[in-house]
Nanobody, 120 residues
């Protein structure tokens, strides 16, 4: 299973970016799909999560600014980031809880990370 992220880049404060993460490979089902981020010198933190049924959860620091969605048919998750702040600068990682075959337990898979830089 591979997770491939795209959409990172440089944006000014107040701007927007949309991240995408597509899962491919031997996939029976995907439960939660999540976005984490890690800023220099800080621990990786959960930014947003979405279940296969569409239930979402957000870190307090991004509530009201970020939105998460997914296309189950494409095994893809999106993170729409609006009103970006300097403190949103980080490497953003996609994470998915994947069942590769029926009756097997779900496993964690990670993307390679995409840099988001908010700077004037």
């Amino acid at each position: 299973v591979q997770l491939v992220e795209s959409g990172g880049g440089l944006v000014q404060p107040g701007g927007s970016l949309r991240l995408s993460c597509a899962a491919s490979g031997s996939i029976f089902s995907i439960d939660a799909m999540n976005w984490y981020r890690q800023a220099p010198g800080k621990q990786r933190e959960l930014v947003a999560a979405i279940t296969s049924g569409g239930r979402t959860n957000f870190a307090d620091s991004v509530k009201g600014r970020f939105a998460i969605s997914r296309d189950n048919a494409k095994n893809t998750v999106y993170l729409q980031m609006n009103s970006l702040k300097l403190e949103d600068t980080a490497v953003y990682y996609c994470n998915a809880k994947v069942v590769v075959y029926i009756d097997l337990p779900q496993q964690d898979y990670w993307g390679q990370g995409t840099q988001v830089t908010v700077s004037s």
